[in-house]
Structures are given as structure tokens and as C-alpha cells.
């Protein structure tokens, strides 16, 4: 056996191949490590030169089948998913740059993807096990069906999404230094076993349990090796109070914190302890290195303040710390932090530490409300400790920097004008939408203030996300002809205006706004009784109060000064759209209304934007109906394709009225949580007003509204509706993704209902157990929370939440849910009486 050190460049160049055994499980990889992946590198890529970040091992054994003349073949005996993933980063890169960067995509097809001088399975380097490689050939060689909804093309569409995400970054998009660092600043240690080696041995060695070193060890053990004399006193007076104030991951912070209030405005936490040594090296006695851990100390009191802002004594500075710690976000500490030491050394009175506190607040609350979200946020606050250099960090030098150029802190017009358009439900992060909302209440100065840490609040839509019929002609009061009130509601439902917060979210639901105004003006909170004021709910009302809540915002967070740029924000809902498109499996397709719904756009505008800009995937794009639009248009000139063949080519059903299958629609929420944003949303929201009514024995299709009403069986005597396993409604639900692998067999998965019923926990698991017990009834969403009781489910949002535990055990079964919904309103769920008594033999035999 021989181990080394080595890049991926090194791995891949040259005539050789690496293939994944049979005996080996599938790419498995899943968003979250995916995330994680693209995270580090975007660290090492904007890091110092000589930064690196350790990926971890592989080990490779020769291939029994190797002869002198072939490309030399490795089997990969660990580490074949994190090989596989860099590959499918390398594929993305090659086909984002293609049109522009034609060198860098023929180099990386040389040198990471093929063996440009073999034929035949040897092109390829990288060879996956056969449960993946018709995936990754499609990936390799551009075919029409590449990048559909397997791990392998989820990865690749996510890579997609993220590299146009930094392509639109402001400081650039160097494509190809993403790609050196991909191949040669991440590093791997490569064992090669020997033919005779025992290569299982060795993966059990290597992946033998234990504690890593951390960051922090490995600094500590450092420290006191450069203190042979006054180990003992500074471990006792410094080091180890040090170690009581702050757990190991914040004390790992803490010293990262220390290299950017340096000025390190390039440091990573994965290098942490590299650049801290090299800052370190420079200290050349024992007290030069004791100043450096006492003056750690004493940022580790004040930072402990920004962890607990309970410790900080005054009102006024623990008040500011509070709300910045509600906000919840990281980013936040380095100019916190800065702030706290200022505020210690009697440079910024309490008051004035508070106030500059704010001005960052504002400036992370007025970008979600814009839309421009925490894109490029961490590297602007990063930077603006750096750009402090010596100054005070006053309220005023920091809002001067931050209304610097490419800073994007918005002004007073550019936020009256968002509000008013910009789909708020999905921007930034739910708590952070719900701080925002609360801030906003607690501005009406209430005599009696409400205490939200106890409060169960949750964000309600006055104009519903389902449209009823009274809702509906609600909105056609007053409409202009080209209009309709779809299309008015999807513009209008997720802005600001229409959001308010409450704690009977599943009382109000979809009710008419005269039973909403009933409920709301009981409210204790000020804003919904001003709803509750209101004669109607449309389109004025909505927007009247966007303006009033965006003056609110204006007096509550602070804007940037004379100097900032008074040019509009770069319209962030084309980038948002190329994300979503780029996030489109083969063999699906969407509308131009859930794309303006995502977007917070209007679908007349994202019509006219894909027939004029060159946009990945716009021909998966079609009308609501499933029809190609007459006005679509391929960027390219020269492209004379007919969207529909392209589409059957990559999957895509039609009829023979020319429509496309609706159980291959991705929805509105469905894209939203493709391309990541945290919708909030429960995964049965209705996301259309026409019901899909056409029915085919080849598809399973989703009704609502009306049309379900009249498919519903009549209740029996108690009012509980069933229904018989031979109704037509089993076929006809609204599951979506879930429901598209093969049913369930009662009389023969009986071991793989046991291993789902084994691994679904906690909400989930309780819903399973209603249904169970109750074959073939329907369900609403409040039934479910009433018989579980009230402490499990709060509302409906909750029990659509809890279907998230079960996503795991489906995809392992390989299996469709066990049971079915229909969207509303009301959502509906039930299980089938055959799939019911599987599981209640599932469950005994688990008991």
C-alpha cells in the first residue's frame, strides 16, 4: 500500500480511469453535502493563494482486467462520492462556460472528463456503477435527457444553479479560477493498495472511529509548545477561562474573528489555524505570545456578549445585541464584535455602539426587502471591518462605508418600490421574514408590549394562496380586461402588504375576508386590527398598505447616506429566473405563471424576457395549460428545433390536443424549493386556481377546487368522508415528485414497510399512525391536528411541514408515500385500506 497527498488535477490527468464497483452503493449525495461542498471551495477560491481545504481520502485498488494496452483502470474502494461529485462540478463548469469560455470547456473535457485518445467505455475517467452510469454518460455527452431527477442530475442542477448565482456576483465570476481551485487546492490523500493488499483492511482502518483534531487543538497545542516557560500561567489565568467562556466551535470562531479584526478580510475558518500560525511566527517571545492569549481573553468576554446578549449589562447596547442575534445570521459578528471593543476602550458611548449596531441591522433588513436576499453580504461585512481600519466604528463611518460603491445598501425609493412588487414570502430566510413582520408590529408602540419569544406567530396570507370563489370575485372588482384575477393573485399574495402574523393561521385558512376581519380584529396585535378595518381586500388595499408598511421600515431601519448610488439595485428576478430554469430536470416543465410567481414578476413580463435573452431551458417553459406558447422563441437564430420534439426527446408527454403531461408540471413551490429558497410553504399548497380536470388511464393528475368537491364521495352519517380503494381519486391526488415511483405491493413489501415505518420519527411518524388507523378516510389537515392532539400540530402548515420526515424512508424504499393528498382548499390525506393493514403489520412486528 502507498499513500500521498494530492490534488484532484493530479488524480485526474492522463490516460487512466477510475471505476466505481459493483459492490458499491449509488451516488447518494444529497443537497445539504452538496451545499457544504460548494461552500468550502468558495472559501478556498476567495482565500490566500497557498489555501487548501482537505477533502478527505481515496483508495483506489488496480483493476484485475488491466493488459499493457488499455487505459489503466482503477477501482475506487472509498471516496467514490466525493470523486463523483467533483466530476459532476467539473461537467457544470464545462457546460455553463461552453458558449462563452470555449477553451476552458474543451479543457476540462481534456483533462478531468476523457480520455480523448480511447474508444469506447474507456473515454470516460470517471466510470460509476451501472445503477448510475447512464446518468453521467447523458451528463458527459450533452444528451437531451441529461440532468434529470436521479441523485446525479439533482447534483448537476444544483451546480448549475449555484454557478449562475456566481456569475451574477458583483466582485466577478472567474469561472476558470473555480476550476484550478477545484483541481489544485483541494486536497486528497490517494492510497493506492497493492494487487495482494486486503483494500477492505484498509477502508476500515482509515474510517476507524474517533475524534479529529480541531482547529482550535491544534492552535492550543501551538501556543503552549512556543511557551516552554509560562505554560502553566497562562493556561491557568487565561487559556482555560478562555476555554469556560466559549464551547470549542466558538472558540474555532473566535480565532478566525481575531484574523479579520486584524484586517484578514480573506480568512476562512477551515484555515484558521495556517494563518493564525503564520500571524503567530511573527511573536518572537514568551510575552509577545502571552499579550497575543490575554488580548484573545478579553475578546472572548466581549464576544460571549454577541453569542448572549443577556451578559452585556447596559439596556440600551444588550437590546441592539438582541435584535441582531433574533436576525440570526453570522455575518454579523465580525462588525459586532469590532463594535464591542470600541464600545470597552470608551471610544462609542452604549447609545452610540447601538446605533451603529442598527445601521447593520438596516442594512441586512432593507437588501431581504428589495430582494437582493444575503448574496455577497458575508464578504461586504467581512470588508467593512477592514475599510474601518483605525476609525471608530461609529453609526455614521459605518453607514458611510456601507453606501459605498457595489455595497447595494438600498435607499428609502428603492424600498417603496420593491415592497410593492417583490414576492416576500420567499425572500431571505422564515425567521428573518417573521423578525421583519414583528418589527413592523412592535412599531405601533404598544402600551402593553407583546412578548414574541412566547407567542406561537406564524406568518398568515390575508388574500389566501389558494384562490376561492370568493376571493376570486373579490379581485375582479375593478380589473382592466387584460387581466385576469389568476394572475392578479399571483402578484400580489406573497408581497408584503398582504402578510401579516398571527397565531390562528389554521382558524383563518382560506376563509372569505368577512370571517378573516372577525377573527383579526380580536387580535392583540395593531396591524391586523387595521386590517380588520378594511371593507375589502384587493389589489388597493393590498398595495395602500405595502406603502404604509414600507414608511414603517424606512423610520425603523436607517438607510445609507448622500453618497450612496441612486441608480435602482440590479433587477435580481432574471438572475433568480436563470437559477430556476438551470434547476429544471429533463422531463419536466413549468409555466410562465410559476415562474412570475417565484420571481415576484408577472408572466406577460417573463414571456417577453425568455424570447429576447439566451436562457438555459427556456423551452421547458409553457403555458399553464401545457401548451408551447405561440410566442416562443429560441435565443439562437439559427435554432430551428420545434420545442415540442424537444421536449418529447427529453421525456416530456403530450396529448393529442398538444398539451403537455400536468403530472410533469413543476409548480410555483416546487421550483421554489428546487433552486433553495426557504418558502415556508407546506408541500401540499394548492399553487393553481383552474383545476386540471382532463383525466388519462397513462397519468396520474392532480385535482382541486371545484372539480375535486364534485369527486369527493358523499359523507357518511357522522360526517367522515372515505373512500373505497377502487375510487377514482387514488389516481387523480396531488403528490407530486413523491408519487412518481412504483406503488406499493401489500402482499409482498412487507420487510420494506418495516424498514419505513422504522425510520420515520417524531410528527411524521404521527401522521403515519393516523392514517393507519383510519384506512381510506379523508382527512383534512385540521382533523389531523385534532386527533393528534393540540400540542403536536399547530396548524396545517405543520402537518404539510411533518411529510419532510418522510422523504428519507421513501427514497430508500425506492417506493411511492404510503398514502395520498389532495390539494384544497381544504388538503386532504388518506391511505388506502390494503396499504393501511401493510403497515399495521409493519408496525407490529416493529413494536
Given at each position: 500500500m502507498k499513500a500521498n497527498e494530492t490534488t484532484l488535477r493530479n488524480l485526474l490527468q492522463g490516460e487512466r480511469q477510475y471505476v466505481v464497483p459493483l459492490y458499491q452503493r449509488p451516488y447518494s449525495w444529497e443537497r445539504r453535502d452538496l451545499q457544504q461542498l460548494w461552500s468550502d471551495l468558495l472559501s478556498v477560491a476567495g482565500g490566500h493563494n497557498d489555501a487548501s481545504h482537505f477533502l478527505g481520502s481515496v483508495v483506489l485498488a488496480p483493476s484485475p482486467s488491466n493488459t499493457p494496452a488499455s487505459v489503466q483502470s482503477w477501482l475506487v474502494v472509498d471516496g467514490q462520492q466525493r470523486l463523483t461529485t467533483?466530476?459532476?462540478?467539473?461537467?457544470?463548469?464545462?457546460?455553463?462556460?461552453?458558449?462563452?469560455?470555449?477553451?476552458?470547456?474543451?479543457?476540462?473535457?481534456?483533462?478531468?472528463?476523457?480520455?480523448?485518445?480511447?474508444?469506447?467505455l474507456e473515454r470516460y475517467t470517471l466510470l460509476p456503477t451501472q445503477a448510475d452510469r447512464d446518468s453521467w454518460l447523458a451528463l458527459l455527452e450533452r444528451a437531451p435527457n441529461a440532468g434529470g431527477e436521479d441523485k446525479i442530475g439533482l447534483a448537476y442542477r444544483f451546480f448549475r444553479k449555484e454557478l449562475i448565482a456566481f456569475g451574477d456576483n458583483e466582485e466577478g465570476h472567474d469561472f476558470a479560477h473555480i476550476e484550478q481551485s477545484i483541481a489544485g487546492r483541494l486536497s486528497i490523500v490517494e492510497i493506492a493498495a497493492h494487487p495482494d493488499d486486503n483494500v477492505h483492511r484498509i477502508f476500515e482502518s482509515l474510517n476507524h472511529t474517533g475524534q479529529p483534531l480541531t482547529q482550535a487543538d491544534l492552535l492550543r497545542n501551538y501556543l503552549f509548545m512556543r511557551l516552554p516557560n509560562k505554560a502553566k500561567v497562562v493556561y491557568d489565568q487565561q487559556w482555560l477561562p478562555l476555554q469556560k467562556l466559549l464551547d470549542n466551535k466558538q472558540l474555532e470562531e473566535l480565532v478566525w474573528l481575531d484574523l479579520v479584526l486584524r484586517g484578514d478580510d480573506r480568512a476562512t475558518q477551515d484555515g484558521v489555524y495556517q494563518a493564525q500560525q503564520n500571524n503567530l511566527n511573527k511573536l518572537t517571545t514568551e510575552e509577545d505570545i502571552?499579550?497575543?492569549?490575554?488580548?484573545?481573553?478579553?475578546?472572548?468576554?466581549?464576544?460571549?456578549?454577541?453569542?448572549?446578549?443577556?451578559?452585556?449589562?447596559?439596556?440600551t447596547l444588550r437590546r441592539a445585541l438582541q435584535r441582531l442575534k433574533d436576525w440570526g445570521a453570522h455575518v454579523v459578528h465580525p462588525i459586532a464584535l469590532r463594535v464591542l471593543i470600541a464600545h470597552e476602550d470608551e471610544e462609542l458611548s452604549a447609545h452610540e455602539a447601538a446605533r451603529a449596531l442598527r445601521v447593520v441591522e438596516s442594512f441586512l433588513v432593507r437588501r431581504i426587502l428589495v430582494g437582493i436576499g444575503n448574496t455577497n453580504a458575508n464578504r461586504i461585512l467581512m470588508s467593512l471591518v477592514k475599510e474601518l481600519g483605525e476609525s471608530v466604528p461609529s453609526a455614521s463611518e459605518v453607514t458611510k462605508i456601507l453606501s459605498g460603491p457595489?455595497?447595494?445598501?438600498?435607499?428609502?425609493?428603492?424600498?417603496?418600490?420593491?415592497?410593492?412588487?417583490?414576492?416576500?414570502?420567499?425572500?431571505?430566510?422564515?425567521?428573518?421574514?417573521?423578525?421583519?413582520?414583528?418589527?413592523?408590529?412592535?412599531?405601533?408602540?404598544?402600551?402593553?408590549?407583546?412578548?414574541?419569544?412566547?407567542?406561537?406567530?406564524?406568518?398568515?396570507?390575508?388574500?389566501?394562496?389558494?384562490?376561492?370563489?370568493?376571493?376570486?370575485?373579490?379581485?375582479?372588482?375593478?380589473?382592466?380586461?387584460?387581466?385576469?384575477?389568476?394572475?392578479?393573485?399571483?402578484?400580489?399574495?406573497?408581497?408584503?402588504?398582504?402578510?401579516?402574523?398571527?397565531?390562528?393561521?389554521?382558524?383563518?385558512?382560506?376563509?372569505?375576508?368577512?370571517?378573516?376581519?372577525?377573527?383579526?380584529?380580536?387580535?392583540?396585535?395593531?396591524?391586523?386590527?387595521?386590517?380588520?378595518?378594511?371593507?375589502?381586500?384587493?389589489?388597493?388595499?393590498?398595495?395602500?398598505r405595502g406603502r404604509?408598511?414600507?414608511?414603517?421600515?424606512?423610520?425603523?431601519?436607517?438607510?445609507?447616506?448622500?453618497?450612496?448610488?441612486?441608480?435602482?439595485?440590479?433587477?435580481?428576478?432574471?438572475?433568480?429566473?436563470?437559477q430556476v430554469l438551470a434547476s429544471i430536470p429533463a422531463g419536466r416543465w413549468t409555466s410562465y405563471a410559476d415562474i412570475a410567481e417565484v420571481i415576484g414578476s408577472h408572466q406577460v413580463s417573463v414571456n417577453g424576457r425568455l424570447a429576447s435573452s439566451p436562457v438555459a431551458n427556456a423551452h421547458r417553459v409553457l403555458k399553464l395549460n401545457g401548451r408551447v406558447s405561440s410566442e416562443f422563441r429560441w435565443p439562437d437564430p439559427s435554432c430551428t428545433d420545434d420545442p415540442r420534439r424537444r421536449l418529447e426527446t427529453e421525456g416530456v408527454k403530450f396529448d393529442d390536443n398538444g398539451k403537455a403531461s400536468a403530472a410533469q408540471r413543476i409548480s410555483a413551490t416546487e421550483l421554489a424549493r428546487l433552486i433553495d429558497l426557504d418558502t415556508d410553504v407546506p408541500e401540499v399548497t394548492s399553487e393553481d386556481s383552474n383545476p386540471m380536470i382532463s383525466i388519462t388511464d397513462s397519468e396520474v393528475l392532480a385535482v382541486s377546487g371545484d372539480r375535486l368537491v364534485e369527486l369527493l364521495p358523499r359523507p357518511d352519517v357522522s360526517g367522515i368522508l372515505s373512500l373505497p380503494d377502487d375510487h377514482p381519486l387514488w389516481d387523480l391526488h396531488s403528490g407530486g415528485d413523491g408519487h412518481r415511483m412504483p406503488d406499493w405491493n401489500p402482499s409482498e413489501d412487507i420487510e420494506l414497510a418495516?424498514?419505513?415505518?422504522?425510520?420515520?420519527?417524531?410528527?411524521?411518524?404521527?401522521?403515519?399512525?393516523?392514517?393507519?388507523?383510519?384506512?381510506?378516510r379523508l382527512f383534512t389537515a385540521q382533523e389531523i391536528c385534532s386527533t393528534a392532539g393540540d400540542t403536536v400540530?399547530?396548524?396545517?402548515?405543520?402537518?404539510?411541514?411533518?411529510?419532510?420526515?418522510?422523504?428519507?424512508?421513501?427514497?430508500?424504499?425506492?417506493?411511492?408515500?404510503?398514502?395520498?393528498?389532495?390539494?384544497?382548499?381544504?388538503?386532504?390525506?388518506?391511505?388506502?385500506?390494503?396499504?393501511?393493514a401493510l403497515f399495521r403489520r409493519a408496525r407490529s412486528s416493529s413494536a
Open positions: 467533483l466530476s459532476i462540478l467539473l461537467c457544470a463548469i464545462r457546460d455553463h462556460v461552453a458558449s462563452e469560455n470555449e477553451r476552458l470547456s474543451a479543457r476540462i473535457d481534456d483533462l478531468y472528463l476523457f480520455n480523448q485518445y480511447a474508444s469506447g502571552q499579550a497575543w492569549i490575554s488580548e484573545l481573553h478579553r475578546k472572548a468576554r466581549l464576544f460571549r456578549k454577541v453569542l448572549n446578549p443577556e451578559a452585556e449589562p447596559n439596556n457595489r455595497k447595494r445598501f438600498p435607499t428609502d425609493q428603492h424600498l417603496k418600490d420593491a415592497v410593492l412588487a417583490n414576492n416576500f414570502y420567499w425572500t431571505g430566510r422564515g425567521p428573518q421574514r417573521s423578525y421583519i413582520l414583528r418589527c413592523l408590529e412592535e412599531d405601533y408602540r404598544h402600551g402593553e408590549p407583546i412578548d414574541f419569544s412566547r407567542s406561537k406567530l406564524t406568518i398568515e396570507h390575508v388574500l389566501p394562496q389558494s384562490l376561492t370563489r370568493e376571493w376570486r370575485d373579490m379581485l375582479a372588482k375593478g380589473l382592466p380586461p387584460d387581466e385576469t384575477p389568476e394572475e392578479l393573485h399571483r402578484s400580489l399574495v406573497h408581497t408584503l402588504g398582504n402578510l401579516t402574523l398571527t397565531a390562528y393561521n389554521n382558524k383563518l385558512g382560506n376563509d372569505d375576508f368577512d370571517t378573516k376581519k372577525q377573527i383579526l380584529a380580536d387580535s392583540g396585535l395593531s396591524m391586523n386590527r387595521e386590517i380588520a378595518n378594511a371593507e375589502s381586500w384587493g389589489s388597493t388595499e393590498i398595495r395602500n404604509a408598511l414600507a414608511d414603517r421600515a424606512i423610520r425603523i431601519w436607517p438607510g445609507p447616506d448622500d453618497s450612496a448610488t441612486t441608480e435602482p439595485p440590479p433587477n435580481a428576478r432574471w438572475s433568480l429566473m436563470t418495516q424498514s419505513f415505518y422504522q425510520a420515520v420519527e417524531g410528527k411524521a411518524k404521527v401522521l403515519l399512525d393516523i392514517l393507519i388507523d383510519h384506512p381510506g400540530f399547530t396548524n396545517s402548515h405543520s402537518v404539510a411541514g411533518s411529510l419532510q420526515g418522510l422523504a428519507k424512508p421513501r427514497e430508500e424504499s425506492r417506493l411511492r408515500f404510503p398514502f395520498c393528498w389532495w390539494q384544497g382548499p381544504p388538503t386532504r390525506y388518506a391511505m388506502r385500506s390494503d396499504i393501511a
